[in-house]
């Protein structure tokens, strides 16, 4: 076998949403700050984003992970995130599997029956505490950067629908949130190509009228991900919604979407419909399940902001070796 790349992956899934966590065969790019970091492997490694998650090897409903060293002394690990249309600044559901691997590979060490594992992202630092039984990960809860609402109810024209109301906000990632009964559709897999599509008209008519960016870091700007949700419901005094998020450049997430759900505190938050210190369950498409919270209020710029936790499970689901033949006529991979 000659291979002109090579890749070092442990290959895992965070509540049916799949991480790859590239563990070796990529050398650091060493930068001051970890968006300065996410930048260079924009400019320098894109061809092994491309390599990694495009067909033949990859799939679009996947993402890569590089654990890279951190910036900020206080994290014992950073990491980048690949997504199949680019790289994003955070990831919830990639957290959670990279926090699985580098325990349970031994990467970083593990104490039970908790383990705290401090993780340096393009968004910020992130704190993320395992639950650990004989070895395994048994859920991990991760505090995210702080979460905030940008516009409520915009009114937004979509193709083929009309005009719905919106809400925008932040959460690691830019988020659109409209309600399934505003574009007549539900939060069911059998209407999996109708979310999508609507997910992608949505997303453009709203870059269309408006560009969200961060106070902190303008570079993290427009419109990442487009949530879809059926209405909260309160049962036994227990809040639970069920949404989906339409991933760019377009398919569903399996997992209930960490930074989305963290977005979504912003906006429950700001609607007076979830208090600090009390949990909501976040439900995907598949039925998996989040747990958020919020755990304190900040503020980013002049935004008011929550402070957002979220908990799921990441499981191992095998080890590969990627490589790249110099005859392969795909070294880019492709894109249908
Ligand atoms: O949990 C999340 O934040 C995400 N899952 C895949 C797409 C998003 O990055």
């Known amino acids: 076998m000659h291979s002109k790349r090579g890749l070092s992956i442990i290959s895992s899934h965070c509540e049916g949403e799949a991480g790859d966590v590239i ?66 600044p955070m990831s919830g559901s990639n957290t959670i599997c990279t926090t699985t691997v580098l325990l349970e590979t031994g990467m970083v060490p593990m104490n039970e029956p908790s383990t705290e594992v401090k993780l340096d992202t393009a968004a910020g630092l992130i704190t993320a505490t395992a639950e650990c039984e004989n070895g395994r990960c048994k859920s991990v809860a991760f505090d995210n950067v702080p979460a905030f609402v940008y516009a409520l109810d915009k009114e937004i024209d979509v193709p083929g629908v009309g005009k719905v109301p919106v809400d925008i906000a932040y959460g690691g990632q830019w988020y659109v949130i409209a309600q399934a009964k505003d574009l007549n559709t539900v939060v069911e897999t059998s209407h999996g190509d109708e979310l999508i599509s609507l997910g992608k008209r949505l997303k453009e008519a709203v870059l269309s009228q408006c560009m969200p960016t961060h106070p902190e870091n303008p570079a993290i700007c427009g419109v ?113």
């Not at 491309?50 to 590089?66: A, F, N, T």
């Not at 879809?228 to 209930?256: A, C, E, N």
């Not at 936790?309 to 249908?336: H, M, Y």
């Open 224 to 336: 990442n991900n487009i949530v879809i949700s059926q209405p909260l419901v309160i049962q036994d005094g227990k809040k639970s919604v069920r949404h989906t998020v339409i991933v760019t450049p377009g398919r569903l997430d399996r997992s209930p979407c960490g930074t989305g759900s963290s977005s979504r505190l912003a906006v429950l938050h700001a609607r007076g419909l979830i208090e600090v210190g009390e949990s909501i369950t976040f439900q995907s498409i598949i039925d998996t399940k989040f747990v958020g919270r919020i755990r304190g209020l900040d503020k980013v710029g002049d935004y008011e902001a929550v402070l957002p936790n979220i908990r799921g499970r990441a499981w191992i689901t095998g080890e590969k070796q990627l490589r790249l033949d110099p005859d392969d006529p795909f070294p880019t991979g492709f894109v249908i």
């Open 23 to 88: 563990v070796g065969g990529i050398l650091d790019l060493p930068a001051k700050t970890m968006h300065e970091k996410l930048s260079r492997y924009i400019n320098e490694y894109d061809d092994l984003r491309q390599l990694l998650l495009h067909e033949p090897r990859g799939r679009p409903e996947m993402s890569g992970m590089v654990i890279v060293p951190p910036c900020d002394p206080r994290a014992d690990a950073g990491f980048l995130i690949m997504a199949p249309g680019d790289w994003v």
